[in-house]
């Protein structure tokens, strides 16, 4: 379990180490702000700019292979396209249970006036108890769109972004556990370049760290996310061409403090516990943290023959499958791309469940 974080996940271990991936790629969401990084914003946004497009909407929905008269789960109902997409291809006996834990995705969801439809506010992690309390042990299908939305990132009151000057939060749930500015507040410079390292792929994490801690060691407690940015900025020496030098660490304190990682541990075990015979999968992810986390799980209930080689065994009586893969891994078309750059670091990967129980 990852310390230091309070009423989140504490089920499952993703540690800090585990978490690395060389060649990780930083959010396509995030580093989509980065052309804008350098434009003076104000705090107040339109409606307009607020406006969310849903990634993979059409792919996504068609990869859970619609049963009309089906039970599914969109477990991040964000701003609710795949949710709405999924209810056009229900009848009326067909059942819609959304999950989210953002305050403001439960406000959007109130303008689904169906009886089809369920809005429950919690993380995804506690899906399987929050379903068994509604009564439902097998749904048809389970839909992960992981990350941030644009409205969050636009929404300069949430802290998810160095395009403002704005309290520095990053919860995903403004109801419950620590801010970004609480955790820098009491970490130690060790713990927080670990963070940063392994949640951000950051190489100059120990710099990063040290500035932090000395800010705040002087009396300067870092509260906002445009004295975060400076700080970043004056450490970082070297980054990509285009992408604003606080970028890795930002994307590295969200992730820590909501507890990402370790949520979509804990939740793609319930998925496979949750899913009937030919129901499916179907997980959206933004970059290669999440994404070998969702690979690595379906590779290993696809392949179940973990026996030592030439182990004395009939083929009937190896261990069998639980999922299977459903073809190749699907990211979003050039068209996509063009209308909506943030959709550019998708992948969508789609597992259907087999008849093992």
Same mark, same amino acid.
Do not use: W
């Given at each position: #379990?990852?310390?230091?974080? /309070?009423?989140?996940?504490?089920?499952?271990?993703?540690?800090?180490?585990?978490?690395?991936?060389?060649?990780?790629?930083?959010?396509?969401?995030?580093?989509? =702000? !980065?052309?804008?990084?350098?434009?003076?914003?104000?705090?107040?946004?339109?409606?307009? @700019? /607020?406006?969310?497009?849903?990634?993979?909407?059409?792919?996504?929905?068609?990869?859970?292979?619609?049963?009309?008269?089906?039970?599914?789960?969109?477990?991040?109902?964000?701003?609710?396209? *795949?949710?709405?997409?999924?209810?056009?291809?229900?009848?009326? &006996?067909?059942?819609?249970?959304?999950?989210?834990?953002?305050?403001?995705?439960?406000?959007?969801?109130? $303008?689904?006036?169906?009886?089809?439809?369920?809005?429950? *506010?919690?993380?995804?992690?506690?899906?399987?108890?929050?379903?068994?309390?509604?009564?439902?042990?097998?749904?048809?299908?389970?839909?992960?769109?992981?990350?941030?939305? $644009?409205?969050?990132?636009?929404?300069?009151?949430?802290?998810?972004?160095?395009?403002?000057?704005?309290?520095?939060? #990053?919860?995903?749930?403004?109801?419950?556990?620590?801010?970004?500015? @609480?955790?820098?507040? *009491?970490? !130690?410079?060790?713990?927080?370049?670990?963070?940063?390292? /392994?949640?951000?792929?950051?190489?100059?994490?120990?710099?990063?760290?040290?500035?932090?801690?000395? =800010?705040?060691?002087?009396?300067?407690?870092?509260?906002?996310?445009?004295?975060?940015?400076?700080?970043?900025?004056?450490?970082?020496?070297?980054?990509?061409?285009?992408? &604003?030098?606080?970028?890795?660490?930002?994307?590295?304190?969200?992730?820590?403090? &909501?507890?990402?990682?370790?949520?979509?541990?804990?939740? #793609?075990?319930?998925?496979?516990?949750?899913?009937?015979?030919?129901?499916?999968?179907?997980?959206?992810?933004?970059?290669?943290?999440?994404?070998?986390?969702?690979?690595?799980?379906?590779?290993?209930?696809? &392949?179940?023959?973990?026996?030592?080689?030439?182990?004395?065994?009939?083929?009937?009586?190896?261990?069998?499958?639980?999922?299977?893969?459903?073809?190749? !891994?699907?990211?979003?078309?050039?068209?996509?791309?063009?209308? /909506?750059?943030?959709?550019? $670091?998708?992948?969508?990967?789609?597992?259907?469940?087999?008849?093992?129980?």
């Amino acid at each position: #379990m990852i310390k230091g974080v /309070n009423r989140t996940p504490t089920q499952a271990s993703v540690s800090l180490k585990s978490a690395t991936v060389k060649q990780a790629h930083i959010s396509e969401k995030e580093l989509a =702000e !980065t052309s804008l990084a350098s434009m003076s914003l104000p705090v107040s946004q339109s409606n307009s @700019e /607020n406006m969310h497009t849903t990634v993979l909407l059409e792919e996504a929905v068609h990869a859970l292979a619609i049963k009309p008269s089906g039970i599914y789960v969109d477990a991040t109902f964000g701003r609710g396209g *795949h949710s709405k997409k999924i209810l056009e291809k229900l009848d009326g &006996n067909g059942r819609l249970i959304a999950f989210d834990r953002d305050l403001s995705a439960l406000e959007s969801s109130k $303008s689904i006036q169906d009886q089809r439809f369920l809005m429950v *506010h919690s993380h995804f992690a506690a899906m399987q108890t929050r379903l068994a309390e509604l009564g439902v042990s097998q749904v048809d299908g389970i839909l992960l769109d992981l990350g941030i939305s $644009s409205p969050q990132i636009d929404d300069a009151s949430r802290g998810f972004s160095f395009r403002y000057d704005a309290p520095l939060d #990053m919860r995903m749930d403004q109801s419950s556990g620590q801010t970004v500015a @609480e955790f820098l507040s *009491h970490t !130690t410079e060790q713990h927080l370049a670990e963070v940063i390292k /392994n949640y951000g792929e950051e190489r100059f994490a120990k710099q990063i760290a040290r500035a932090i801690i000395t =800010e705040r060691n002087d009396g300067r407690p870092i509260t906002t996310t445009g004295e975060l940015a400076k700080i970043v900025a004056s450490t970082v020496t070297r980054f990509e061409p285009g992408q &604003n030098p606080a970028t890795r660490t930002f994307q590295a304190l969200r992730i820590y403090v &909501n507890q990402e990682l370790e949520e979509l541990a804990l939740t #793609m075990p319930q998925c496979l516990a949750l899913l009937a015979p030919q129901g499916r999968l179907a997980v959206i992810s933004f970059h290669s943290l999440e994404d070998r986390i969702v690979k690595q799980f379906v590779r290993d209930q696809a &392949n179940r023959d973990d026996l030592p080689p030439n182990f004395p065994v009939r083929a009937a009586d190896l261990p069998q499958p639980k999922l299977k893969g459903v073809g190749k !891994t699907i990211k979003p078309s050039a068209k996509e791309v063009k209308a /909506n750059p943030r959709s550019r $670091s998708a992948v969508l990967r789609v597992a259907e469940r087999t008849e093992v129980v």
